[in-house]
């Protein structure tokens, strides 16, 4: 399984942007799918977005749409998650996660399809 490390995190007013970077170490080739999740004070953690990491195909959270970029660069073992417009419903612990197996439009959003998860970074926006 790969070791994956968040970053990037920080606190921000409503409006602005954050870039949050997932740096898997060398078994990024194996990966699948990486998708990002969130969890905020009180509430479940919940899927942000996903990428399927040898090609295009992206999926978001109909809540994150247009305002979230997922991208990736093979050359660093880094995925991204560009968060612009943020909004204080926003604020929550950040976690990229790994999948092995596929990224598939009707379970890239499931948690228990992901094996590897990193430790979290916290985003907080203010209004």
């Known amino acids: 399984q790969a070791q994956l490390e968040e970053s990037g995190g920080g606190s921000v007013q409503a409006g602005g942007s954050l870039r949050l970077a997932c740096t898997a170490d060398?078994?990024?080739?194996?990966?699948?799918?990486m998708g990002w999740f969130r969890q905020a004070p009180g509430k479940e953690r919940e899927a942000v977005a996903a990428?399927?990491?040898?090609?295009?195909?992206?999926y978001y959270a109909d809540s994150v749409k247009g305002r979230f970029t997922i991208s990736q660069d093979n050359a660093k073992n880094t995925v991204y998650l560009q968060m612009d417009d943020l909004k204080p419903e926003d604020t929550a612990t950040y976690f990229c996660?790994?999948?092995?197996?596929?990224?598939?439009?009707?379970?890239?959003?499931?948690?228990?399809?992901?094996?590897?998860w990193g430790q979290g970074t916290e985003v907080t926006v203010s209004s």
């Open positions: 990428k399927y990491t040898a090609g295009t195909v992206t």
């Open positions: 060398d078994y990024f080739y194996s990966i699948n799918c």
């Open positions: 996660a790994a999948d092995f197996l596929r990224c598939r439009p009707v379970s890239w959003f499931q948690e228990n399809e992901y094996r590897s």
